[in-house]
């Protein structure tokens, strides 16, 4: 999480594309260590962002209460 937040926060371009590629290394090494494909993953994302919406809007979700 550090590194997501390192990369919303910063204003330098050259450092969020670098910290961007550490992040999907990351993903891309514990979806395949739980046994699914990056075109699985992006199925799912694919799926969620019809259904949800996109994070274009850098909006986050803190807390939902019933």
């Given at each position: ?7 919303y ?5 050259n ?8 992040i999907?290394?990351i993903?891309h090494?514990?979806t395949e ?18 259904k949800?919406?996109e ?12």
């Amino acid at each position: 999480m550090r590194r997501v937040r390192g990369v919303y926060e910063s204003t330098n371009s050259n450092n969020v594309l670098e910290e961007l590629a550490d992040i999907l290394e990351i993903i891309h090494a514990i979806t395949e260590y739980h046994g699914f494909s990056i075109e699985d993953l992006e199925n799912v994302r694919r799926s969620k962002a019809e259904k949800q919406g996109e994070f274009k809007e850098k909006v986050f979700l803190i807390d939902v209460e019933d």
